[in-house]
Every structure is written in C-alpha cells, then in structure tokens.
C-alpha cells in the first residue's frame, strides 16, 4: 500500500523549533511534489509550504516566511519541514501531500492539485 507518514509533531513553547517528516511507504517520493498544509480547530486547511520533486520551489505562505524551510532528501524517501520561531497561531495538525508528474512546479495552496494526503501529526505551541 502507499502511505505517506508524518511525524514529529509535538507540544512546544513560543520560540521554539521542530522538524516535521513526511516519509513515504509503498513508493518513491523521487518524481512527486510535496506540500505542506495545516489545518487549526474551526479553521480551514491552508498551504504551509511545498517542493518540487526537482526540490526547487520552496514555496512558503506569509504567516511562516522566514520561520519555516521545506527541504527534501530523497535517498531517505522523506520531506521536511524545520519550524523555528514558532508562534501560538502555529498550532494545528499538519499534514503532507504529493502529486507525481512535475519536475519544477508545485501548488503552494491548492489542496485539491495534490492527489495523495498523510494522516497529520499535531504541533501546539504554547507557554
């Protein structure tokens, strides 16, 4: 079967940094784009951050610029998201998304571009 997993969602203080994975199973994150999106309670789903699968793009919304860097390492299967400086408007469940087929595009903010969806990890920033 073919999963994509993340992990190291955690409770953290204003501040302070974590580094989520995104790991594929069943398949080779190799030629897919990855996104980033989270979703806080009573809100919508909002595009965090995405990579191409040529690992250009580095596409990032507002509210993180700065804070947050996506990268990929493909001989490990997984995709990152390094989370520094984080803010108590962080906090939500964070999820991974893939869509094969680009070499240099991927969709910042566009849930529905992605075809394959991890099952989110929680990030609470708070004090």
């Known amino acids: 079967q073919l999963h994509l997993v993340e992990s190291g969602g955690n409770l953290v203080q204003p501040g302070g940094s974590l580094r989520l994975s995104c790991a594929a199973s069943?398949?080779?994150?190799?030629?897919?784009?990855i996104g980033w999106f989270r979703q806080a309670p009573g809100k919508e789903r909002e595009g965090v951050s995405c990579?191409?699968?040529?690992?250009?793009?580095?596409n990032y919304a507002d509210s993180v610029k700065g804070r947050f860097t996506i990268s990929r390492d493909n001989a490990k299967n997984t995709v990152y998201l390094q989370m520094d400086s984080l803010k108590p408007e962080d906090t939500a469940v964070y999820y991974c998304?893939?869509?094969?087929?680009?070499?240099?595009?991927?969709?910042?903010?566009?849930?529905?571009?992605?075809?394959?969806w991890g099952q989110g990890t929680q990030v609470t920033v708070s004090s």
């Open positions: 990579i191409s699968s040529r690992g250009g793009g580095g």
């Open positions: 069943g398949f080779t994150l190799d030629y897919y784009a």
């Open positions: 998304a893939a869509r094969e087929g680009t070499y240099f595009y991927c969709a910042a903010n566009d849930a529905g571009w992605y075809d394959r």
